[in-house]
């Protein structure tokens, strides 16, 4: 088990900023997510924690031990990543078995070993196939397996769930969930995808740019983004964003009004929720045309423009609109988020 720090580091080619200034302390443990569009840093971070990067500044520090000059050998890591790199001619039991072999582990232990792995993942129906007779989710349990046997300090998984279709990274994000749960190892996970983020993670590091947005707990972070790019990429769908003007607590944007706000006068975005919105009856704070209207199963999303923007809102799985239809959309002040209009920072977050 292992208490990981990241000192201020720091990853550059000449001009071009990959990860800057990443400070962050990951409990022993812990999953961390790195969540992000593709670009922003996440994987240039994970690889230089694992030593297949070397970082331009800064330190990492695992289990105490400062790891900069270590091999990614020496540094206790077993990694996950979106290629599951099994070896085409051994079966499931000896790709399983293999990291015991490259590390020495006495032999004699090989066999509790593999067959505690796969009984994690469900595999041991399995260990004889080679794996171009399983399918994509079953070659991921196999990688994960593989890791798992390893017992490590550090997990490193990079987007071990995304040559899976929708159905199995369900069942498969559940597995990782529940192993996590059962082997508390501290895990450090990439993702692009904000809703693995969000059911996975202890607490969930949204970059951008190579910059860090914002650190929190899933719930943190989706109750109290840090500015609008978080806003807008945590939550299915995105917090509704709307440029407007703020003159003593009252917001006006295109079809919009809404009273009883705090913040300073001037030119603002208004940020809230779809699910904490509703349609109204009598009058409301937006009023505007359908633009589209979808059925969820479990609800109806209806969506207009409003604030120059697409806005959507939840409505009961009954409720139908046409496009074009009038609708009224309730949005109390307390459901609403400001932020700045020029930096997107939260007016009001500590």
């Avoid at 171009?132 to 070659?139: H, I, P, T, V, Y």
């Avoid at 009273?259 to 919105?277: C, I, K, M, W, Y």
């Avoid at 209207?293 to 423009?305: H, K, N, P, S």
Wanted: glycine share 8%.
């Amino acid at each position: 088990m292992a208490e990981i720090q990241l000192r201020n580091v720091s990853k550059r080619w000449g001009s071009f900023v990959g990860v800057a200034n990443f400070d962050l302390t990951i409990a022993d443990e812990e999953f961390l997510v790195l969540l992000g569009p593709s670009g922003c840093g996440k994987t240039t971070t994970m690889r230089m924690i694992a030593g297949l990067e070397e970082a331009t500044e800064g330190e990492i520090v695992i289990d105490g031990r400062v790891v900069n000059d270590l091999d990614p050998k020496d540094r206790d890591i077993a990694m996950v990543f979106q290629s599951y790199g099994l070896y085409p001619n051994m079966n499931v039991y000896e790709n399983i078995r293999f990291p015991l072999k490259v590390r020495k582990v006495p032999e004699a232990e090989h066999e509790t070993r593999v067959m505690k792995a796969a009984a994690m993942v469900e595999l041991e129906p399995f260990l004889h196939r080679k794996p171009a007779e399983l399918s994509g989710g079953q070659r991921q349990r196999v990688a994960l397996a593989r890791a798992i046997v390893r017992e490590p300090n550090v997990f490193l998984m990079d987007e071990p769930l995304s040559n899976l279709d929708a159905k199995l990274r369900v069942s498969t994000r559940a597995q990782i969930k529940n192993l996590s749960h059962e082997l508390k190892v501290t895990t450090i996970y990439v993702t692009h995808d904000q809703i693995e983020a969000m059911t996975l993670a202890d607490r969930v590091v949204i970059m951008k740019q190579g910059v860090v947005q914002q650190v929190g707990t899933p719930v943190d972070i989706y109750d109290n983004p840090a500015n609008t790019f978080v806003a807008g990429f945590i939550g299915s769908p995105a917090m509704n964003l709307m440029d407007g003007d703020l003159k003593d607590g009252t917001f006006t944007g295109q079809n919009v009004t809404i009273q009883g706000l705090s913040g300073p006068n001037g030119a603002v975005t208004l940020g809230f929720r779809a699910e904490d919105a509703a349609i109204a009856d009598g009058p409301a704070e937006i009023e505007a045309k359908v633009y589209t209207m979808e059925l969820l199963g479990d609800a109806t999303m209806i969506t207009v423009r409003a604030g120059g923007a697409l806005v959507s809102v939840k409505a009961h799985k009954e409720y139908r609109a046409e496009i074009g239809d009038t609708v009224r959309l309730s949005v109390p002040a307390e459901i609403c988020h400001l932020f700045d209009s020029q930096d997107g920072r939260r007016i009001g977050a500590a």
